[in-house]
C-alpha cells in the first residue's frame, strides 16, 4: 500500500528553521513527486542557535540557509519571525498562522507532536492545531478567505524518538538524499556539532531515519500520527 499525496496541499508547520528537515522533509519531498501543492511555514527565528564562535545577525543567516532548504525541495515558505524561547499560544500568534493557513489553504498540516522535547516545539503544536480549526471559522478575521473545512493534522515524530509512539510510517527512503542536501543548508546548525549540549544533525537524522526504517522494513521512514480530532480526521 502506498499512500498517493496528488491533488493534496500539504503545509509543515516547524518551530525552527532546521526541524522540518529532520523531522519531514522526506514526506514533503514525496509529495512533491506526487505533485502536491507543499510550503513550509516557521515559526521561530532561529536567533538562538548560535555556534560556539558566535555569528552575527544570527536570524538573518537562518533566514538565508531556511530559504535555500526550501529551494531544494520546491516549496513554498513562510516565516513569521518569532524569537527563540518565545514561542506560546497567544491570540497574535494564532492571527499570524491562521492567515498563513489561508493563504495556502492546505488539506494536511505535519506538526509537531505535543510531547515534543523543546519548549518551542510544544508551542508549535498547539498553535498548528489551534489554526487548523479557527481557519475555517469567519469570526476570526485575515485578510484571506476562511478554509472550506479544516485540514488534516499528523503529529511528526519528536527528536531522537523519545517518547512518541508511530502511528504509521513513511518510506522516504527515496529521499533521504533530499533530506541531506537540505539539512546541508543550515551551515550555522551543522557548525555546533561540537557543543557539548547539541546533537550533530546529520548523524541525529541518519539515525533516526534508520531506527523508523527498519521498525517498518525499508530502508529510511518518518513516523507520523493522526491527530484524532472531529472534522481533522480523513480516510486515505
Do not use: E, I, T
Given at each position: 500500500m502506498k499512500l498517493d499525496f496528488a491533488g493534496e496541499r500539504v503545509l509543515a508547520v516547524a518551530a525552527h528553521p532546521d526541524d522540518a528537515e529532520l523531522l519531514c522533509a522526506g514526506t514533503l519531498g514525496r509529495a512533491r513527486a506526487d505533485k502536491a501543492a507543499v510550503a513550509v511555514c516557521v515559526l521561530c527565528q532561529g536567533d538562538k542557535g548560535q555556534p560556539g564562535q558566535g555569528v552575527k545577525q544570527m536570524a538573518a543567516v537562518r533566514r538565508r540557509e531556511m530559504a535555500a532548504a526550501a529551494e531544494l525541495l520546491g516549496a513554498e515558505l513562510f516565516g513569521v519571525g518569532i524569537a527563540d524561547g518565545e514561542l506560546a499560544d497567544v491570540p497574535q500568534a494564532r492571527r499570524k498562522l491562521i492567515d498563513i493557513y489561508r493563504r495556502h489553504r492546505p488539506t494536511l498540516v505535519l506538526a509537531h507532536a505535543p510531547c515534543d522535547y523543546h519548549p518551542d516545539h510544544r508551542a508549535a503544536s498547539a498553535l498548528a492545531e489551534a489554526a487548523s480549526w479557527l481557519a475555517c471559522s469567519a469570526g476570526h478575521r485575515s485578510p484571506h478567505a476562511p478554509l472550506e473545512s479544516p485540514p488534516a493534522v499528523w503529529w511528526m515524530d519528536t527528536v531522537d524518538m523519545l517518547g512518541f509512539e508511530?502511528?504509521?510510517?513513511?518510506?522516504?527512503?527515496?529521499?533521504?538524499?533530499?533530506?541531506?542536501?537540505?539539512?546541508?543548508?543550515?551551515?550555522?546548525?551543522?557548525?555546533?556539532?561540537?557543543?557539548?549540549d547539541f546533537e550533530p544533525l546529520e548523524a541525529l537524522m541518519l539515525r533516526q531515519a534508520a531506527a523508523r526504517g527498519a521498525q517498518a522494513g525499508v530502508a529510511a521512514a518518518e513516523a507520523f500520527r493522526i491527530h484524532t480530532a472531529w472534522r481533522r480526521l480523513r480516510a486515505w
Open positions: 508511530p502511528g504509521f510510517y513513511l518510506d522516504v527512503s527515496d529521499y533521504l538524499a533530499l533530506k541531506r542536501r537540505m539539512l546541508a543548508c543550515h551551515r550555522s546548525q551543522l557548525q555546533r556539532a561540537g557543543d557539548p
